[in-house]
């Protein structure tokens, strides 16, 4: 980072992204938890492909915000 401001910013906005992300994932895992999604190997993969590119997409939106904003 090129200075505090712009660090405080990161850290504040992928806080929020972060909660956003995890309350809509949260949501999914309830449907799991209340059988309405049979487990199975395929679905425990579909999962963790779905957790991935959330990561994935919750940088890449940290990063074009700062551009954005900064740059």
Same mark, same amino acid.
């Given at each position: ?16 992204k ?9 949501i999914?895992? !309830?449907?799991?938890?209340?059988? !309405? ?8 993969? %579909?999962?963790?492909?779905?957790? !991935?590119? %959330? ?10 915000? !700062? ?5």
């Amino acid at each position: 980072m090129k200075n505090q401001e712009t660090w405080d910013f990161a850290q504040i906005y992928s806080s929020k992204k972060m909660i956003t992300y995890g309350f809509s994932m949260a949501i999914c895992s !309830l449907l799991g938890l209340l059988n !309405l999604i049979p487990i199975s190997l395929f679905y425990m993969f %579909v999962s963790l492909s779905i957790l !991935l590119i %959330v990561c994935i997409l919750m940088i890449v939106e940290v990063e074009m915000e !700062l551009k954005k904003r900064f740059y």
